[in-house]
């Protein structure tokens, strides 16, 4: 049995180690965790909804239950991906390229921080849009190959896989309740609080 199915199956959680991250003052040092506990933990931490795939298809349930939750089935999803839009296309998902009217933001990423639970993003999902400028509404689509263990290791894989031509406006997603904190946090441009879900597929 894995770990995402003791944290969301029917195994028994490990009681001890969650309760000593989030315990832990900010300037200890990480406890030697695996990366995939640490981000569940800590992205449970920011308000974000969580939904572990073992394949494609039960990404595709889980988006159908997501868009009957929030009676989103005319609800248009904005996206700036067209290789999330053709993946999905056969979802009857009415996708639309402009933000007017759009209530969701439906979108990849670059990686999965487990460090602080928060989600890498940069120009090839946002182009040039800051964070207060998409929905309030995300949904975001990413595997498990995409976790690593800090920003920093992050930015070094987009680095090599990009080479020549980094993307840029490079930032996270973190905040995914709005609280007094959040609005005081500089790099969310003061007000970038989402109601996230992340649709994570197990590729590994």
């Not at 089935?73 to 296309?89: E, G, I, V, Y």
């Not at 990686?111 to 995300?138: C, M, R, T, W």
Request: proline content about 4%; some cysteine.
């Amino acid at each position: 049995m894995g770990l995402f199915d003791k944290l969301f199956g029917g195994g028994k959680k490990v009681k001890r180690s969650k309760e000593t991250v989030q315990t832990r003052g900010v300037h200890m040092p990480d406890l030697k965790i695996p990366v995939d506990e640490k981000f569940t933990i800590q992205f449970k931490k920011n308000g974000g909804k969580f939904i572990y795939c073992d394949n494609f298809a039960e990404v595709l349930e889980a988006l159908k239950n997501i868009i009957h939750e929030n009676n989103w089935q005319q609800a248009a999803f904005f996206t700036l991906n067209p290789a999330l839009k053709q993946r999905f296309a056969g979802e009857q998902i009415p996708f639309s390229d402009t933000l007017a009217g759009a209530p969701i933001f439906f979108t990849a990423c670059e990686h999965l921080v487990a460090q602080n639970g928060s989600i890498l993003v940069s120009s090839n999902q946002l182009q040039e849009l800051k964070l207060y400028e998409i929905p309030e509404n995300v949904i975001v689509f990413a595997t498990t190959s995409q976790l690593v263990d800090s920003i920093s290791d992050g930015l070094k894989i987009i680095k090599k896989k990009y080479k020549n031509q980094i993307p840029a406006n490079i930032t996270t997603l973190k905040h995914f309740q709005p609280t007094t904190e959040n609005a005081k946090d500089f790099l969310t441009y003061g007000s970038s609080s989402k109601h996230l879900y992340l649709l994570l597929l197990e590729d590994l």
